[in-house]
């Protein structure tokens, strides 16, 4: 039963090979026995869930979706134990759909990471090589579901973060257009990028899960509905189809050669399935990190405010007036990189700075949105490698912010425009898995998925035993 993947276990509960209790169990007994530190809850019994298309396949969801009743902490001791009253809207829809809550994974602290080693809660480790990190921040959720702990689950991605633990995990990571998957309940941290999106261990699994993620939800002005019923992928071939690559981006010194050397190979596979691959220019790509790293932090400092000790959550000094109350709380509540980020964030958000920081950055982002618009006039999708390097030492980048975010370098362009994205494992470097991203114009997702399906297939990739 466990190595199965979502999809087959929906399929064999629907024919009574097996019942939803029996795979509850099973999952659960194993989520109860992680050793990587993937989760930070697991239930105690199976909860209630619809009678839906999903058959009772149980579902790993990511900390910062709020679930009521149950820890929702976003990886963060400024809210352990925080119970919420309310369930996020995309929960409750798989829910509905017949995905029952199996447990709440590991994160770096409110999303902000890419190594799992921010979470207040401690580092999540890499199935593969548990001296490495899993990558972030939907780290847990990633690890979980390589390992086999999950059959599938539920991340966030702001600046890559279903994306990059994908890569460095070996599964199936989507980031769907922004906006397509409600934000109402989702714990924030950057409004204008956060996206929920599955997290998986094939491209199948990855459409039906995202398929009862979708829809406006009157709870989210930004959420819309999506143009397209979203299908199961079958293309085997990828005939017609024009792929292309920025070059320039490519030759970053910091991609790994191994990576390079995957990723070219995945590109030789797709040529041979019929496709076209062209040179394209993302002009603007360059500017992306420096943008987001004052777009995302400002943005938090914001979000982040509401954390103040008066309302839920930790509470320290409240005795010795106010002003000590929010400093002490805050303090002793946030970790060094949600602190690092609001001060980023204050400052490019503070009077005198706004326009120089905050405002041009927003002008970066219209440009690469721009940029990718030129694009499409000259190709169907967009492929790059997801991380330019394999999941690397725990410990290895904390003392080094730049190299940290340096991880996000293909990711984010995507993220800013608001664009669809995916990563499917499309190889091995050093013995570690390589993600392969593919990206299209928004609301693109069929198209992406029946690309990366038809890869996926060609590849072969192995994944990691899960069934011992």
């Known amino acids: 039963m466990i190595e199965l993947t979502a999809k087959q276990l929906a399929d064999a509960i629907g024919r009574g090979d097996v019942s939803a209790a029996e795979a509850f169990d099973a999952y659960r007994e194993r989520a109860a026995a992680d050793d990587l530190n993937a989760y930070l809850?697991?239930?105690?019994?199976?909860?209630?869930?619809?009678?839906?298309?999903?058959?009772?396949?149980?579902?790993?969801?990511?900390?910062?979706?709020?679930?009521?009743?149950?820890?929702?902490?976003?990886?963060?001791?400024?809210?352990?134990?925080?119970?919420?009253?309310?369930?996020?809207?995309?929960?409750?829809?798989?829910?509905?759909?017949?995905?029952?809550?199996?447990g709440k994974t590991n994160q770096d602290e409110f999303a902000m990471g890419s190594s799992n080693e921010n979470s207040g809660f401690g580092p999540v480790?890499?199935?593969?090589?548990?001296?490495?990190?899993p990558?972030?921040?939907?780290?847990?959720?990633?690890?979980?579901?390589?390992?086999?702990?999950?059959?599938?689950?539920?991340?966030?991605?702001?600046?890559?973060?279903?994306?990059?633990?994908?890569?460095?995990?070996?599964?199936?990571?989507?980031?769907?257009?922004?906006?397509?998957?409600?934000?109402?309940?989702?714990?924030?941290?950057?409004?204008?990028?956060?996206?929920?999106?599955?997290?998986?261990?094939?491209?199948?699994?990855?459409?039906?899960?995202?398929?009862?993620?979708?829809?406006?939800?009157?709870?989210?002005?930004?959420?819309?509905?999506?143009?397209?019923?979203?299908?199961?992928?079958?293309?085997?071939?990828?005939?017609?189809?024009?792929?292309?690559?920025?070059?320039?981006?490519?030759?970053?010194?910091?991609?790994?050669p191994g990576v390079l050397a995957a990723f070219e190979a995945t590109l030789a596979r797709a040529e041979e399935l019929g496709a076209a691959v062209v040179d394209i220019a993302l002009p603007h790509a360059d500017h992306a990190l420096s943008a987001y790293y004052v777009i995302a932090p400002a943005e938090a400092s914001s979000n982040l405010a509401r954390f103040d000790g008066v309302r839920y959550g930790l509470r320290r000094d409240a005795d010795e007036g106010l002003l000590a109350m929010y400093t002490h709380t805050r303090h002793d509540?946030?970790?060094?990189?949600?602190?690092?980020?609001?001060?980023?964030?204050?400052y490019a958000l503070s009077s005198g700075y706004y326009d120089a920081y905050y405002g041009r950055a927003q002008q970066v982002r219209t440009r690469i949105a721009e940029d990718f618009r030129a694009a499409f006039r000259e190709c169907d999708l967009v492929a790059t490698p997801t991380s330019p390097t394999v999941a690397f030492k725990l410990g290895?980048?904390?003392?080094?912010?730049?190299?940290?975010?340096?991880?996000?370098?293909?990711?984010?362009?995507?993220?800013?425009?608001?664009?669809?994205?995916?990563?499917?494992?499309?190889?091995l470097s050093e013995g570690l898995p390589v993600g392969f991203q593919l990206g299209g114009p928004a609301f693109s997702e069929n198209r992406i998925l029946d690309a990366a399906y038809a890869?996926?297939?060609?590849?072969?990739?192995?994944?990691?035993?899960?069934?011992g």
């Open 396 to 427: 290895e980048r904390v003392d080094d912010p730049l190299a940290m975010y340096l991880g996000d370098l293909f990711t984010i362009p995507f993220s800013l425009a608001g664009l669809p994205a995916i990563s499917i494992p499309c190889g």
């Open 41 to 102: 809850w697991v239930a105690e019994e199976r909860p209630e869930a619809g009678a839906g298309p999903l058959n009772g396949v149980p579902l790993a969801v990511k900390d910062l979706f709020c679930t009521e009743g149950v820890p929702s902490q976003s990886g963060s001791r400024i809210l352990e134990g925080y119970r919420p009253p309310y369930t996020a809207t995309v929960v409750r829809r798989l829910a509905e759909a017949g995905a029952p809550l199996l």
């Open 135 to 256: 990558g972030g921040s939907s780290g847990g959720s990633a690890a979980a579901v390589a390992a086999g702990s999950a059959p599938w689950a539920l991340g966030t991605d702001t600046g890559g973060s279903i994306r990059q633990p994908a890569a460095l995990c070996g599964i199936v990571g989507l980031k769907p257009t922004y906006g397509t998957v409600s934000r109402y309940g989702m714990i924030a941290f950057a409004s204008s990028l956060d996206q929920a999106g599955p997290l998986t261990r094939d491209v199948t699994d990855a459409a039906l899960l995202y398929a009862h993620m979708v829809g406006r939800d009157p709870c989210d002005s930004t959420s819309l509905e999506h143009p397209e019923a979203i299908a199961l992928p079958s293309s085997e071939r990828l005939d017609g189809l024009r792929i292309g690559v920025p070059r320039d981006a490519l030759a970053h010194e910091g991609v790994e």
């Open 455 to 467: 890869l996926e297939q060609a590849i072969g990739f192995t994944p990691l035993e899960v069934g």
């Open 125 to 133: 480790r890499n199935p593969w090589d548990r001296e490495r990190v």
């Open 333 to 346: 509540g946030f970790g060094p990189e949600v602190k690092r980020r609001i001060l980023i964030g204050t």
